[in-house]
């Protein structure tokens, strides 16, 4: 009867979406997730779960938001070889002088030195005094072309071509960092389906054992009525269903418990949490055999190094950029002037075509801020390269020690199994030998007992080894085994 009656009683206590709590209240909806209406009545698959964390878990919504947001920082670090278009007028409205200049300019910065390019139109009108006679032009204008080439400090790398290396290498620092987290959420999702499915099923073990009783109490009352038994037997009797009440009431509670937990990661088209209806869990302990571990592993595949690695290239380039400061500055520059149309009140000393060539020298004398920066960012590079070799050995050792925890709990399975099956058949005998009033009471009780907690136990060693792969799984970044080649 208490068979019958507990998994119902729990799908209505889930329904009406409160829980016993220490107080003696009720947790109200607001406090646990109602179960959600129309769920199918198949059995839950692992595999459904990892697809709805992967899809639905918030942890994972805000990596891939951190993400955007790396990748916005990386356009904003374009943004310092955008061109830039720039208008300069200015004229005299007092005085003795009425010179109006126009002074438009069009500057690129070049990607691949720190120089730039530029074109140029000015166009004046009215007279200037002689400390401004530059600003005088032909009637149409003067047109320029220039470019300032860096040819020592800035040529190979310079402020704005490394902050978008290391914006660009963010970006990638923040995949792997989003890949790290759906690892990890993929990892407790399946822990915490597990931990539904294990204590699920040491429930039904646990009402079995009850059945058990509950079908010899009626056995017993009728051989208390012929004179076969003596009363006292079936208050034994009772005590013992009471005891084994008490472990379904426990079992039951912990199966509510991992239910709860388990919703943060089992999620509906909406990302809202579903408590699932226990008419849901898996018939055997076949469901913890889901998962199927690539044998290949890399140690490259593993996020963490791939971060390990970014943040070394940025340490490269500002290893680079400081270098680049300690060097002299020369710079070449050249331009191209023409004006046209006709004489301007400057003279005809506008009209030839101009071609204008320089260079700028400058050196730093003592440049202790660039050598501090060289010897500070060889020190970072030094201090990742040894974390990076520590790192690779960590990994390596952790998957050899997960490797042997799964060999263990292979054999821990084989060896409980075996002790499971024996223990059955142990009771089984005795119960035959009970009904035949070959057995006491005590000792077919004892038989019954050693069984549940034998298969109890099983179920614990299968959900070790599944435990023990899901591990595996997140050391090895297994993708396909968490269900992250689809998402």
């Given at each position: 009867m208490w068979r019958a009656m507990a998994l119902p009683m729990l799908v209505a206590v889930m329904g009406a979406g409160t829980m016993p709590c220490a107080a003696g209240a009720a947790l109200s909806v607001d406090a646990t997730p109602a179960p959600t209406a129309g769920q199918p009545s198949t059995p839950l698959t692992l595999d459904e779960v990892l697809q709805s964390s992967a899809r639905s878990a918030p942890d994972i919504i805000a990596a891939l938001a951190r993400a955007r947001q790396a990748e916005g920082r990386a356009i904003s670090a374009q943004g310092a070889f955008d061109t830039v278009f720039s208008v300069d007028a200015r004229s005299r409205v007092e005085g003795y002088y009425d010179g109006t200049l126009i002074d438009s300019k069009v500057e690129r910065p070049l990607t691949a030195n720190g120089g730039y390019v530029y074109g140029q139109y000015r166009n004046s009108r009215g007279d200037f005094p002689v400390y401004e006679d530059k600003a005088y032009t032909n009637r149409a204008g003067e047109l320029k072309i220039g470019a300032l080439y860096a040819l020592m400090r800035d040529r190979l790398i310079d402020a704005r071509r490394s902050a978008s290396q290391i914006a660009g290498n963010d970006i990638d620092i923040a995949r792997f960092e989003t890949r790290a987290t759906a690892i990890g959420v993929q990892a407790r999702a399946i822990a915490a389906y597990q931990k539904w499915v294990a204590s699920g099923l040491k429930l039904k073990a646990y009402e079995a054992l009850y059945d058990l009783a509950e079908s010899r109490s009626q056995g017993i009352a009728r051989q208390v009525q012929l004179g076969a038994k003596s009363a006292i037997l079936l208050t034994e009797n009772e005590a013992n269903m009471v005891k084994r009440e008490a472990l379904v009431v426990q079992a039951r509670q912990e199966f509510m418990a991992a239910a709860n937990s388990f919703s943060l990661y089992y999620r509906d088209a909406d990302g809202l949490p579903i408590l699932v209806d226990a008419a849901r869990l898996p018939a055997s302990a076949a469901a913890f055999d889901g998962l199927r571990i690539n044998p290949l592993f890399a140690i490259e595949d593993r996020p963490?190094?791939?971060?390990?690695?970014?943040?070394?290239?940025?340490?490269?380039?500002?290893?680079?950029?400081?270098?680049?400061?300690?060097?002299?500055?020369?710079?070449?520059?050249?331009?191209v002037a023409k004006d046209v149309g006709a004489q301007g009140l400057g003279g005809y000393s506008r009209t030839p075509l101009e071609v204008i060539v320089g260079v700028t020298f400058k050196v730093p004398l003592q440049n202790r801020k660039a050598r501090g920066k060289v010897a500070e960012s060889q020190a970072k590079i030094d201090e990742l390269t040894v974390k990076q070799r520590y790192l690779a050995e960590k990994i390596r050792t952790e998957v050899a020690g997960i490797g042997i925890e799964v060999d263990a709990a292979r054999v821990l399975v084989d060896t409980t199994r075996r002790q499971r099956d024996l223990a059955e058949r142990l009771a089984q005998a005795e119960r035959r030998r009970f009904d035949l009033g070959s057995s006491d009471f005590f000792l077919v009780n004892s038989r019954e007992e050693a069984a549940t907690d034998a298969a109890v136990k099983l179920i614990e060693a299968q959900a070790r080894i599944a435990a023990a792969q899901a591990e595996m799984a997140a050391a090895t970044a297994d993708d396909r085994a968490l269900g992250l080649d689809r998402s």
């Open positions: 963490d190094f791939g971060i390990l690695l970014e943040e070394i290239d940025n340490a490269s380039v500002k290893l680079a950029l400081a270098q680049n400061d300690t060097r002299p500055k020369l710079d070449f520059e050249g331009q």
